[in-house]
């Protein structure tokens, strides 16, 4: 089995086995650091795929910041040990599983039918580094320059509302500026 | 890894070298650390323990692995015994991306009744094309340690210290992402490679259709001054040294996010700070210093120098990259004396005024640098003057 | 492909490593001796009270979101400074005036967030 295909496997159970601890675990803390290796499989899948650059852009937005971001959260929150969502051999934790995961698996196997990923330009292979740096670069600025520009404005959208939220009572500072 | 057993046993052994220099680094940068600082405060420092005092952390490491081990009562077991291995992953991710020295070319040779072919062993643990991006990832992750390590003391002081620090490292970390980016620049590449070789020979422009040759090497500290200084701020706020020390705060917070470690933890957290503080040197030499070159004088002379030397292509190889790896390990040495001495000779920041530095001052400072190359960069081009 | 294998080398060998030590040290150490005053948290010597319900400012929570905002900006910039050489030679009014647009809206969101005072005190 060609190395590329071995290493997607490994990375494929990291991700689907740190994903049910996300959901699963007692503490929101162990929920948090599960999504942070969740994170790194999905870096490692992308890096596989000949895409370094994506996958050391997710570690650094997602891992390094989202994630910590969350993990802030829980600390200050100081959550209690809430009663376990899925209690195990129980029919009711069973269904709780099912069903979600059914629909999920409907949904993805009605996208797969409606694409034809075999003809898509640039469909990734596994193995060496596809794309590299400067097409994706090249093709951000001429192709997709208006969702560049637009990500500018939405990110100063995010900024204000993150600041006014902030000014609620209690916030960081009382009244007008 | 390597087309047969013979490259990637190498590979590997080459990963674990890599690794093992790192932690192996610590008793040496520790003990400069505490000869250096009594050399400046003008006092002796460990003097009896080994000539100089050369074996005083082999004795301080004896001691730690016979202290008793316990946490505190309240705390979540599993993340307080968690955080300083996490601590110690980031430093250790970051270091195997940096080029030590040039690739060692070995020839084919006969070994056991078979020959070898030719194989390229690169002085890196790995060759990531998209080199700078990758290490700013390894760094950010930094902060995980400092979190789980607060949280996991289950001391409310540990908490605060934890999330000033975290604070902070963000704070600075974005200083540093845009400082890198004016060398991106100006070297147009995000491979380490492809910046060090950039970095050879003397500085030279074309004026108005003459060339024009400068005495001094072809650095980037001499393309991006703002830059560099950018970066050495950014890089000691980013491992927690003095000026910026605030999260470990002796005398403030007790000891910070690590009151609540002794023993072997509290090494392992001091791994991971010392080996942050590597790779932010390496990093320093590579973007600023030229890497491993040797100023004014081009890789390729030296190669054939040595290859003049030795008769057989493998050895002169491996010569030149011991070479060109001294002289990096010279480069990092002279970085990590400069951490030392400012970390004894400036007092601590106040929580505000760090925090003010890095959003008020460091990073408008760091996209007018960007603008400012992007702009010169735009009129050189325009009035034909090419770099 | 092969940076991916010894990355995943790398993390397991630092896990184990550490691991391994901080196992190694438990077990050659002496004997826990579990006393009331010793496992207390640490408050300069006092037996201080532990309520944990501590309200932290939110400030800490703000400097995060900003953090990650930023970073974003920061990701964007780095593509363009790789092709901004070679593209000078081709379209180069198109290619800085671009970014200057995207830095300018960066810049006046610092400006926002500095003068709105999410950043006093910090």
């Known amino acids: 089995m060609e190395s590329s295909v071995l290493l997607f496997y490994v990375l494929a159970a990291l991700i689907l086995i740190s994903a049910v601890g996300v959901i699963s675990a007692a503490n929101a803390i162990y929920s948090a650091l599960c999504l942070v290796t969740t994170m790194f499989g999905v870096a490692g899948v992308f890096l596989n795929l000949g895409a370094p650059f994506i996958g050391a852009v997710q570690v650094i937005v997602y891992a390094g910041a989202v994630v910590v971001l969350f993990v802030m959260i829980v600390m200050l929150l100081d959550l209690k040990k809430k009663e376990r969502p899925l209690q195990s051999r129980s029919v009711s934790s069973g269904i709780k599983v099912a069903i979600p995961a059914l629909l999920v698996g409907i949904v993805v196997a009605a996208a797969q039918m409606s694409i034809d990923f075999a003809t898509q330009e640039g469909a990734a292979q596994s193995g060496g580094f596809l794309v590299s740096t400067k097409e994706l670069a090249q093709l951000l600025l001429s192709k997709y320059l208006f969702a560049f520009e637009a990500i500018s404005l939405l990110i100063l959208v995010v900024i204000v509302g993150a600041i006014s939220l902030a000014r609620s009572p209690g916030g960081t500072h009382v009244g007008p500026q | ?387 | 492909m092969v940076p991916l294998i010894a990355i995943m080398v790398i993390t397991v060998l630092a896990t184990l490593f550490g691991a391994a030590l901080l196992f190694f040290v438990s077990k050659v150490g002496p004997k826990v001796k579990i006393s009331e005053i010793k496992s207390l948290s640490y408050e300069c010597g006092l037996v201080g009270e532990e309520k944990k319900s501590t309200k932290v400012s939110v400030k800490f929570y703000l400097v995060a979101i900003l953090f990650i905002l930023f970073d974003i900006e920061i990701i964007f910039l780095y593509p363009w400074a790789i092709i901004y050489n070679d593209m000078l030679t081709t379209n180069a009014v198109f290619i800085f005036s671009e970014m200057m647009v995207f830095m300018a809206v960066l810049l006046f969101g610092l400006f926002y967030v500095w003068r709105s005072g999410a950043l006093r005190w910090d």
């Open chain 2, 1 to 387: 890894m390597g087309q047969d057993g013979f490259e990637t046993t190498i590979n590997l052994i080459k990963l674990l070298l890599i690794f093992l220099a790192m932690i192996q680094a610590v008793p040496v940068l520790v003990w400069v650390e505490r000869r250096g600082s009594a050399f400046i405060q003008d006092r002796f420092g460990p003097n009896r323990v080994g000539p100089l005092g050369l074996m005083q952390l082999l004795a301080d490491a004896v001691k730690f692995i016979f202290k008793e081990e316990f946490s505190p009562n309240k705390s979540v077991r599993a993340i307080y015994y968690m955080a300083p291995v996490a601590a110690l992953v980031p430093a250790a991710l970051a270091l195997g991306a940096l080029p030590l020295s040039t690739p060692i070319h070995v020839a084919p040779f006969e070994w056991l009744g078979r020959s070898w072919g030719p194989y390229t062993f690169e002085m890196q643990s790995f060759d990531i094309p998209v080199g700078i991006v990758y290490v700013l990832a390894a760094s950010s992750l930094g902060v995980y340690g400092l979190l789980l390590a607060g949280w996991g003391s289950s001391n409310k002081y540990s908490l605060m210290g934890a999330l000033r620090a975290s604070a902070q490292m963000m704070s600075y970390e974005l200083s540093l992402g845009l400082s890198v980016v004016g060398t991106i620049l100006v070297f147009g590449s995000l491979d380490f490679h492809t910046i060090i070789k950039a970095q050879e020979g003397f500085m030279h422009f074309h004026l108005f259709g003459s060339e024009i040759q400068i005495f001094l090497p072809n650095w980037g500290i001499f393309y991006q001054p703002l830059a560099a200084i950018i970066f050495v701020v950014a890089v000691f706020a980013e491992s927690n040294r003095l000026p910026f020390d605030l999260p470990e705060a002796e005398g403030e917070l007790v000891a910070g996010f690590h009151t609540e470690y002794g023993g072997f933890k509290l090494l392992l957290f001091f791994m991971g700070e010392y080996g942050h503080m590597i790779v932010a040197s390496g990093l320093f030499s590579i973007f600023y210093l030229g890497g491993y070159g040797l100023p004014w004088v081009d890789t390729i002379t030296v190669t054939e120098f040595f290859s003049g030397i030795f008769s057989h292509s493998t050895t002169a190889s491996i010569v030149t990259s011991i070479f060109y790896l001294v002289l990096f390990l010279i480069k990092i040495a002279l970085f990590i004396w400069l951490f030392m001495w400012v970390r004894w000779s400036l007092p601590r920041f106040k929580y505000d005024r760090l925090m003010d530095l890095g959003w008020k001052t460091l990073m408008p400072l760091a996209l007018f640098n960007i603008i400012l190359t992007a702009s010169i960069m735009f009129l050189a081009h325009f009035i034909h003057w090419g770099v």
